[in-house]
């Protein structure tokens, strides 16, 4: 099992960064697919960006392309995402998730509210 922590959202302005981080603890954290996740209001929780175990290989949803980035620190048991060049439609609770074969387990979610 592994404990997810996730920080770093906050209000920013059109066109603004911000860096998401997502602290694990609990469980081998190099054995876990790490991903980021959103929901915004009336909508379904959608994928945002996914890295495998080593970090070699990332996918992105196509709405966020060439702005936010996935890393991943294996040896400080943490996942980030840095998100440039933000858009209001970008406004969500972003939630952290790991996948391994015990199971998939989510943090509580950090807030990004992207408006002027």
């Known amino acids: 099992q592994v404990q997810l922590v996730e920080s770093g959202g906050g209000l920013v302005q059109p066109g603004g960064s911000l860096r998401l981080s997502c602290a694990a603890s609990?469980?081998?954290?190099?054995?876990?697919?790490m991903s980021w996740y959103r929901q915004a209001p009336g909508k379904e929780r959608e994928l945002v960006a996914a890295?495998?175990?080593?970090?070699?290989?990332?996918n992105y949803a196509d709405s966020v392309k060439a702005r936010f980035t996935i890393s991943r620190d294996n040896a400080k048991n943490t996942v980030y995402l840095q998100m440039n060049s933000l858009k209001p439609e970008d406004t969500a609770v972003y939630y952290c998730n790991a996948f391994s074969w015990t199971g998939s387990y989510w943090g509580q979610g950090t807030q990004v509210t992207v408006s002027s």
């Open positions: 890295s495998t175990t080593a970090g070699r290989s990332t």
């Open positions: 609990g469980s081998t954290f190099s054995g876990f697919r």
